[in-house]
Nanobody
Framework: QVQLVESGGGSVQAGGPLRISCAAS????????MGWFRQAPGKEREKVAHIYTAGGSTYYADSVKGRFTISQNNAQNTVYLQMNSLKPEDTGMYYCAAGLATYGNCVTSVFAYWGQGTQVTVSS
């Protein structure tokens, strides 16, 4: 099994930064994709970013490109999402997810393990 625990969420004013973290434990061989998803009230969950832990390649949704950065600390089994220039539309519950992909293809369907989420609220 893989356990994921998010932290670092909170309230911030528009334009400000926030960093959220995801501590992973359990079977590392079952996760070579780590990602961040978010869900706003009344909206579907969407993938914000992912990182292929073996090679370090990353993906970002168009809505966050240039503002968010996903990174990993392998020694601490932690993945971070640095969020800059936050907008009110970034508000939502942010979930960390992990999965095992072939050839680094971290599509949404490979994410089998999920954290409980951490709330991010951006006020205007």
């Amino acid at each position: 099994q893989v356990q994921l625990v998010e932290s670092g969420g909170g309230s911030v004013q528009a334009g400000g930064p926030l960093r959220i973290s995801c501590a992973a434990s359990g079977y590392t061989y079952r996760r070579n994709c780590m990602g961040w998803f978010r869900q706003a009230p009344g909206k579907e969950r969407e993938k914000v970013a992912h990182i292929y832990t073996a090679g370090g390649s990353t993906y970002y949704a168009d809505s966050v490109k240039g503002r968010f950065t996903i990174s990993q600390n392998n020694a601490q089994n932690t993945v971070y999402l640095q969020m800059n220039s936050l907008k009110p539309e970034d508000t939502g519950m942010y979930y960390c997810a992990a999965g095992l992909a072939t050839y680094g293809n971290c599509v949404t369907s490979v994410f089998a393990y999920w954290g409980q989420g951490t709330q991010v609220t951006v006020s205007s």
